[in-house]
């Protein structure tokens, strides 16, 4: 029995319960610097002189300036020293980052107002704390697991620009020529050192319009997650909500029905159910209860049914913003999901095929990157329809038996608005799951060959 005890306490020193701590206020804050660097978020959000609307339109087009000025040279240089494409495939598969990050650039300023409206929602109808029931979970998780992949991915993306712009900086040093293609002499000063400062420039913001947009994905997929997870306990408390709400003791109702963290095992994705008492209703803090309380209850006594329907109705509203959420975020990222497919997809086609005329380490280490890059989006992607089936089976087991007609056919209603598969899709009809992620690879190593037979003919 000490032993027991003893763990226990362990347990509870190791990991401290995350009930009454401070909510978070801002889900995605950790998104904005990186974005405002890239121009895919205004410095000033609510301008209100001309001077912040000026430098919030001037350092745009200073992004887009450099970055269509790189293509544009590589293009001349291709105009000039052209020979037939399969010469020229690597110059046109370099210039592809910089097309897919002009047109991410450009599609964040065009939508600005619906990637505020998309923001502004999470704040204002996601839930940081799930309902009182016997068990309970907050966010704090998932807000964790979202920002700790946004500063590692961007970490990433930075290191990788650092490896391409220190080839560059020993040229300087060494009075060498820069490696990429130029199509005038710039040996002499100032024209080299524009030239060095534009291609870091350029390199640092593609790499953040590329990285910064998977991790926008990323983000969002996580915290959308940790609300499913919220929801899936909530509606697995529904009829020990109502039975706290009534009066009766979490300890009495924990004694009796502590075979509910068995239903909850490996049923959550990031956020973790708690068994001890909440003081709050989601994000409520509800009125102490000074006179006496309840430790015999029958779970099947008809007085709780008004609270049960109060809690599934509370429910209801989460499934709801989740769903409408959901559907915003769809449909603002789902073109640009689809350009990175078909981007990706074309690219890998090239890299395998600059592989077998000449196979060394970069070419593989490029393989890697850009497959790990899409691998992002249809693995988090793929984890929103996993939380989102388990929506149903929350609501299986969350002890209906025990209520009466009225919360059953709400619980009803809420299985039916869950009868369809919840998906983020790639311009609206591919999902984003890790068999979306097979299918790239497949169909980029169906183009190399394609490529290969065109090359020996």
């Known amino acids: 029995m000490r032993f027991h005890l003893f763990r226990n306490a362990l347990r509870s020193k190791e990991s401290p319960s995350t009930l009454e701590g401070e909510p978070i206020r801002n889900y995605t804050h950790f998104l904005e610097t990186p974005l405002k660097i890239v121009g895919c978020w205004d410095w000033y959000r609510f301008p209100q002189k001309d001077r912040e609307i000026i430098i919030n339109n001037l350092y745009l087009c200073i992004v887009l300036f450099v970055l269509i000025n790189v293509p544009t040279t590589l293009y001349v240089h291709l105009y000039i020293e052209w020979v037939d494409v399969m010469s020229s495939l690597d110059t046109l598969a370099d210039s592809l980052p910089f097309a897919v990050s002009i047109i991410i650039v450009v599609y964040f300023a065009l939508f600005r107002r619906e990637l505020y409206e998309l923001s502004d929602f999470m704040l204002e109808k996601f839930k940081y704390r799930s309902a009182c029931g016997l068990t309970n979970m907050t966010m704090l998780n998932s807000y964790r697991k979202a920002k700790n992949f946004g500063y590692f991915y961007t970490a990433c993306t930075m290191f990788s620009v650092t490896m391409y712009c220190v080839p560059e900086i020993i040229n300087w040093w060494t009075g060498q020529p820069l490696q990429s293609p ?113 430790s015999h209850f029958d779970v099947y006594s008809s007085e709780f049914d008004a609270a049960t329907y109060d809690a599934l109705r509370d ?126 690879i497949k169909t980029s190593f169906s183009y190399y060959t394609l490529l290969v037979n065109v090359n020996e003919k």
């Not at 319009?209 to 697995?236: E, H, K, P, T």
């Not at 890299?351 to 077998?356: K, R």
């Not at 929506?391 to 087991?397: D, G, H, I, K, P």
């Not at 009803?412 to 998906?423: D, F, K």
């Open 182 to 294: 130029q199509y005038m002499d710039i040996t002499q000063s100032p024209y080299f050192e524009f030239t060095f400062l534009r291609q870091c420039l350029s390199q640092a913001f593609v790499g953040l319009a590329m990285g910064q947009f998977g991790v926008f994905f990323a983000a969002n997929a996580i915290i959308l997650c940790g609300q499913l997870d919220l929801l899936c306990c909530s509606l697995r408390n529904t009829r020990y909500t109502a039975l706290l709400r009534c009066g009766v003791r979490h300890r009495a109702v924990a004694a009796a029905h502590r075979d509910i963290q068995g239903d909850e095992l490996h049923n959550y994705i990031y956020n973790v159910a708690e068994m001890k008492e909440s003081n709050y209703h989601y994000d409520q803090k509800m009125n102490p209860v000074y006179g006496d309380r309840r």
């Open 315 to 440: 429910c209801a509203r989460v499934c709801d913003a989740v769903n409408r959420y959901k559907n915003k975020f769809e449909s603002f990222v789902s073109p640009l999901l689809a350009l990175r497919v078909v981007q990706v997809t074309l690219y890998l086609c090239v890299l395998l095929y600059a592989a077998t005329l000449k196979f060394d380490m970069v070419t593989v280490e490029y393989l890697a990157a850009v497959a790990l890059d899409i691998f992002v989006y249809c693995f988090y992607g793929n984890q929103i329809i996993i939380q989102a089936e388990r929506v149903s089976l929350a609501a299986y087991q969350s002890a209906w038996h025990t209520a009466g007609a009225r919360p059953r056919r709400l619980l009803l209603h809420i299985l039916l608005a869950h009868r369809r598969p919840v998906a983020v899709r790639a311009g609206y009809f591919l999902p984003m799951d890790l068999h979306t992620f097979l299918i790239i």
